[in-house]
């Protein structure tokens, strides 16, 4: 699967964005599926994630309550929408497949494809 991450952008501190990552290939809603950034400098972390079905969502502490990931598996997406936005939260946001786990997934390890990524800018 290929995944296209698009949506990110420059905005300031209290705002939204909303996140698109489009998958192409067979099977969409057989992959759980993930978001993670990176900020200058530091290490790629997990924002949210999301399981095959929808029915399950899981997001880090530091976004609850601001973020909220989802998928339309007829459009082969998954969303973030981004609210409340802060100056941390500047980072690249990338999507990510899991073919084999439970949607749970924090590890970078547990994805298996991954998009290019998105700059979101917030400023403050």
């Known amino acids: 699967v290929q995944l296209q991450a698009s949506g990110g952008g420059l905005v300031q501190a209290g705002g939204s964005l909303r996140l698109s990552c489009a998958a192409s290939?067979?099977?969409?809603?057989?992959?759980?599926m993930g978001w993670f950034r990176q900020a200058p400098g530091k290490e790629r972390e997990y924002v949210a994630g999301i399981s095959r079905s929808g029915g399950n969502t899981y997001h880090t502490d530091s976004v609850k309550g601001r973020f909220a990931i989802s998928r339309d598996n007829a459009k082969n997406t998954v969303y973030l929408q981004m609210n409340n936005l802060k100056p941390e939260d500047t980072a690249v946001y990338y999507c990510a497949a899991d073919r084999a786990g439970s949607g749970r997934g924090q590890w970078l390890y547990e994805y298996d494809y991954w998009g290019q990524g998105t700059q979101v800018t917030v400023s403050s």
């Open positions: 290939g067979p099977l969409f809603s057989r992959y759980n």
